[in-house]
């Protein structure tokens, strides 16, 4: 049977497929894939299409630029908002008492800093989106609602290779991030859905692929 990688189409070698563990590695993109995962079950391969993307993502391209945009929104945005509304009136409270002190500012500080970053997630849940782009050499990942956000640029002739990336604290695949490696790491992701982060990990490696050949 032709084996051929999900990510970049070229065929793989028999020293690049190990059945017995069910692992196959593509010399070409390095990318490490489940051979049960690629093979359909009439003895087909089943093969990455960058232009069909899961729904929450888009995929764009002209002759010199292409565009990757993914949302992060879930029901997880909408649980977070509860939690909230009860530090904002907790701040209330604490702000309210009839005697302000250093412990009071500290502990005011400390609950505002968790509501923020808990309203920074919520927001991101229900309206966020993450797009890649690159146009030219200059690329480009952006985190945010609408045009406000994070944007951090890259040289997409450096790149040498699209990774899985976790969190350090992280052991199960879920909450793998991207990583863009080049003459930095850019790292993204975390709060795409599976279907999403695993779109968009293999489209930017097909496009590396594309650039390099």
Request: glycine share 10%.
């Amino acid at each position: 049977m032709k084996l051929v990688c999900p990510s970049c189409r070229e065929s793989l070698g028999a020293a690049d497929i190990n059945v017995a563990a069910d692992v196959a590695l593509c010399p070409h993109c390095d990318e490490v894939f489940a051979v049960s995962g690629v093979v359909a079950p009439g003895g087909g391969v089943v093969v990455f299409d960058i232009d069909d993307p899961p729904p929450g993502v888009s995929y764009e391209q002209t002759p010199v630029r292409w565009r990757l945009r993914a949302s992060t929104r879930s029901w997880a945005g909408l649980f977070l908002v509860p939690f909230v509304c009860v530090f904002g009136l907790s701040i209330h409270d604490i702000f309210s008492s009839a005697t302000i002190g250093l412990g009071t500012i500290v502990m005011g500080a400390f609950v505002g800093l968790c509501t923020l970053l808990f309203a920074l997630h919520a927001i991101m849940g229900l309206l966020g989106q993450i797009v890649v782009s690159r146009s030219g050499v200059e690329g480009e990942v952006f985190m945010g609602v609408g045009t406000f956000g994070w944007k951090r640029r890259f040289d997409w002739a450096s790149v040498t290779s699209v990774q899985d990336a976790s969190p350090t604290y992280l052991n199960s695949g879920k909450g793998f991030a991207i990583a863009l490696v080049g003459q930095r790491r850019i790292t993204f992701g975390r709060m795409l859905n599976e279907d999403r982060r695993h779109y968009v990990l293999h489209a930017l490696r097909k496009l590396l692929h594309t650039r390099s050949s």
